[in-house]
């Protein structure tokens, strides 16, 4: 599916609203910063994950620790899909979330 550029906007805004109200609803020391169409989320420990729009592309991009990550939004599903290992947003958002807090957050509606 080709994303017209207002629904990709639309898309990206709630999906990056959503992370940062899970991260906001949980108990983890952390700084979230939203500008210019990216979400930086700053853990206690100095790690950080970051969601920023990729509009040429249509694509989510998430910088961890363990890597870059790019994601198509699949209509079908629903979802924003990582285009090289098929891993939902949340499924990849749990994981470095655990990986770089240490805590297991639910990001299952992603």
Do not use: K
């Not at 979400?39 to 363990?66: C, H, K, M, Y």
């Amino acid at each position: 599916m080709s994303l017209s550029e207002s629904l990709f906007h639309e898309l990206v805004d709630a999906v990056q609203q959503a992370v940062e109200d899970i991260y906001d609803d949980s108990d983890l020391d952390l700084d979230l910063e939203n500008s210019g169409g990216v979400l930086t989320v700053r853990f206690d420990n100095g790690s950080q994950v970051i969601l920023s729009r990729q509009e040429p592309l249509r694509q989510l991009w998430v910088a961890a620790r363990s890597g870059g990550f790019h994601f198509d939004y699949n209509d079908e599903r629903g979802l924003w899909i990582c285009d090289t290992s098929d891993e939902p947003l949340g499924e990849l958002l749990a994981r470095v979330t655990r990986e770089q807090a240490g805590e297991e957050l639910e990001f299952d509606e992603l």
